[in-house]
């Protein structure tokens, strides 16, 4: 779906509103003007009388000369042009029948429920997934819901500036983090001696990375170097060569560090189940509508098509399995039609070395080399 056309006649359209409703208040403010003079006039002194009718006539002129009327008409016809092109090109662009799109597959909706009620609990929404839980009379998952309490609680302190909550975790979960390879723990001791530096102090921050940095040096030599001539800059760590370890975006990469490391731990993925497969199918879904109408068109039906006949090509995060496409073939590689390995190192489907072996009955050549090899010395590959 390109939304680059939509976006620019969105923004036609709110550049048009913005014009028309400052024409208009500059009308009303001019109608406004010359009807305070007439009644400034009309109140005027009583001891010296006024023509009444002619202070009228003379306001009647100066509005006709204003043309409040056809002014706004004018600005306002402009706006509503733009406005029906826009509503035309979102319903010519967005189908609010998404239904023959999708196969109706029997979902089980207790995974379906256990997937739902995670995501609340990932955004720290936990009433709203005990809620479902409970009227969908799932059993809750206790532990799961007390690990991202935990994980919520921490970010939240993060964001008060409390690193507290964030450093007993790491150091809770040490050995585990070493073995991701994540230095995670020296990260949130070189922020929160960055902070001790700006309000405590030289000596306090000295004391801290006697404490919580000595053990790092070992490895983290160059970067606990850096931190000690970071004393020098006590008070005035902005406008020093180290400047960039009071950056705001270092605590937002280190809480997204964070979620990333507690959610590996709880054998959880960063993202959201349930926000992967929404993104998915909103990227998928317009080559999905676009198939369903030519098939129709053509009377077909592509539901009961164990492959469809185009491709879905959905972005590179949204991959997440290696996939292996025949060179020969040009198909994806299946259960039905798995790769195989020959024997000379070449690799093609199932299906294309069964046509080049005419099914097993003699050996073949290796379309990229000399060799030939047969059925029974191709070896199936896992992806």
Known sequence: MELGNIKDTFDRVAKKQKLSSSKSQEVIDQVGHEIENALAKLQGDPASPVDQKSILVELQTKL????????????????NINLSKYTKLLEKSFNPDISKAYRNVDFDFHTVNQIIACHFYRQGLFDIGEC??????????????????????????????????????????????????????????????????????????????????????????????????????AGRLDSSPYSELMVPSLWEKLA??????????????????????????????????????????????????????????????FQFHSIFVCPVSRDQGSEENPPMLMPCGHVLCKQSIMKLSKSSTRTFKCPYCPAESSVGQCMQLYF
């Open 64 to 79: 006709s000369i204003i043309g409040s009327q056809s002014q706004l008409e004018g600005s306002q016809k402009e706006l």
């Open 132 to 233: 479902l839980t409970n009227e969908s009379g799932e059993p809750e998952d206790t532990a799961l819901k007390s690990h991202f309490l935990e994980m919520f609680q921490i970010l939240e302190a993060m964001k008060a500036r409390d690193l507290e909550p964030a450093l007993n975790w790491v150091s809770n979960n040490r050995e585990k983090l070493k073995q991701n390879g994540s230095n995670l723990e020296l990260k949130l001791h070189r922020l929160q001696f960055v902070e001790i530096l700006q309000k405590g102090g030289r000596a306090d921050a000295l004391n801290y990375a006697r404490t919580y940095l000595a053990p790092f040096a070992s490895l983290h030599m160059d970067e606990i170097q850096k931190l000690m001539a970071c004393l020098l800059w």
């Open 256 to 317: 997204e560090e964070l979620t990333r490391q507690f959610c590996s731990l709880m054998g959880q993925s960063y993202e959201s189940p349930l926000s992967v497969a929404i993104a998915a199918g909103i990227e998928g879904l317009p080559t999905l509508l676009k198939l369903a109408n030519v098939m129709a068109a053509k009377k077909q039906e592509w539901q009961a098509m164990k492959q469809l006949p185009v491709p879905v090509d959905l972005g590179r995060e």
